[in-house]
C-alpha cells in the first residue's frame, strides 16, 4: 500500500492506493482543514494526524512508501521548504518535512517519502488513470484557488524544452496588467463579479448559483475568463504542439458555463486541441503522487 497526499492552502487529503490495482482504497480517504498560517507545530500535527488516520486503516499492510503533492516553492528533491512562501507556509521555513514525517510516523530509511509538485501530480494521474493516458504531449492545469500547470511529454512533466517556460510552470508568466494566476484563480471571479455587480460572492460556485438571479452578469464573467484562458492558453498549447489539454480543481466544477466557448476561442486562435475536464479531479493528484514512490518513475523526473 502506498500513501498519496495532496496538501494545499488550506487543506490536507491523504488516502491509500493499492499496488495491485493501481486504485485509492474509497474507505481510507481523509481530508481536513489546515490554517496555512499558523504555527508550524500546529500545521505539522495536523498533517500527522490525517497521515496516522489512514495508516491506522491499512490493517497492518505493509506500508511502501508516501508520495506527497505540494505547491512550490519547495525543494522537492530533499523535502524541505527552503524556499519562503508569502501566503502560506511561512512558519516552516528551513524545516526538513522529510525528517520530520520520518521521525514522528517512525518509518525505516527503506520507506521513501517523495515530494513534487501539486500541478505536475494532477498531470502524472491523469497520465496514469485519467483522460491524457493516449496523449504524447498534453497539458494539465488546475483551476481554484490559484492556477497550476504542467507540460506532460509521455507522462513526465517538463521542466524545460522547447516551446514551454523555462520552470516548465505558466502561474508566474506576465498577462495583462498582473500575472496568470491574478486571471485564471478563484479571486478573479471574485473580484470581476463585484466590479460588475456590486455583489459579493466567495468562490465560483456561489457564481454558477448566482446565474439563477442574474444571468447577464454570470454570461459576462464567464465569457470573460473563456476569452482570457484561450488569449492566454493558445501561444503556449501552438508552441509546445499540444495535443490535448485537461483541466481540474473547483473551477472545472463550473464546466457548462465555459467549456465550449473556451474551445470556440481557443479555435479563433488556430489552436485546435481537444479539451477534457478531469474525472478524477483531486483523486489524480493523490494517484500522481503515489507515483511517485516508483523507483523507476521517480528517477525519470526532471528538478
Avoid at 71 to 96: R, T, V, W
Avoid at 129 to 144: N, Y
Avoid at 228 to 235: H, K, R, V, Y
Wanted: with cysteine; glycine share 8%; hydrophobic share 40%.
Amino acid at each position: 500500500m502506498i500513501l498519496g497526499v495532496d496538501i494545499g492552502g488550506n487543506y490536507i487529503t491523504v488516502a491509500g492506493i493499492d499496488t495491485k490495482t493501481n486504485k485509492i482504497l474509497e474507505t481510507s480517504f481523509v481530508s481536513i482543514s489546515v490554517d496555512s498560517k499558523a504555527e508550524a507545530n500546529e500545521i505539522l500535527d495536523r498533517w500527522l494526524f490525517a497521515l496516522r488516520k489512514v495508516i491506522d486503516t491499512l490493517n497492518n499492510e505493509p506500508l511502501e512508501g508516501i508520495g506527497i503533492a505540494i505547491p512550490g516553492p519547495f525543494d522537492y528533491h530533499n523535502g524541505i521548504f527552503a524556499f519562503k512562501m508569502e501566503q502560506k507556509y511561512a512558519s516552516l521555513f528551513c524545516l526538513n518535512i522529510k525528517e520530520i514525517l520520518k521521525k514522528k510516523l517512525q518509518l525505516s530509511d527503506d520507506i521513501p517519502i517523495r515530494f513534487y509538485n501539486d500541478a505536475a501530480c494532477f498531470g502524472i494521474g491523469e497520465v496514469w488513470r485519467g483522460k491524457l493516458k493516449s496523449i504524447k504531449r498534453g497539458l494539465g492545469i488546475t483551476l481554484g484557488a490559484g492556477f497550476g500547470a504542467t507540460f506532460l511529454f509521455h507522462g513526465l512533466p517538463l521542466l524545460s524544452g522547447d516551446g514551454i517556460p523555462k520552470d516548465g510552470e505558466l502561474y508566474h508568466i506576465t498577462y495583462k496588467d498582473g500575472i496568470a494566476d491574478d486571471y485564471f484563480s478563484t479571486r478573479w471571479f471574485v473580484k470581476r463579479y463585484k466590479e460588475i455587480t456590486d455583489a459579493s460572492i466567495n468562490n465560483v460556485k456561489e457564481l454558477t448559483e448566482a446565474s439563477l438571479e442574474n444571468d447577464v452578469a454570470v454570461e459576462q464573467v464567464f465569457d470573460e475568463f473563456s476569452q482570457n484562458l484561450a488569449d492566454f492558453l493558445s501561444p503556449w498549447l501552438k508552441s509546445y504542439d499540444a495535443e490535448a489539454i485537461v483541466i481540474g480543481g473547483s473551477i472545472a466544477k463550473a464546466w457548462p458555463f465555459f467549456a465550449s466557448n473556451l474551445e470556440k476561442k481557443l479555435n479563433s486562435h488556430n489552436c485546435f486541441v481537444k479539451i477534457f475536464k478531469s474525472e478524477l479531479q483531486e483523486k489524480a493528484i493523490l494517484l500522481g503522487s503515489a507515483r511517485l514512490v516508483n523507483d523507476t518513475f521517480y528517477k525519470g523526473l526532471a528538478f
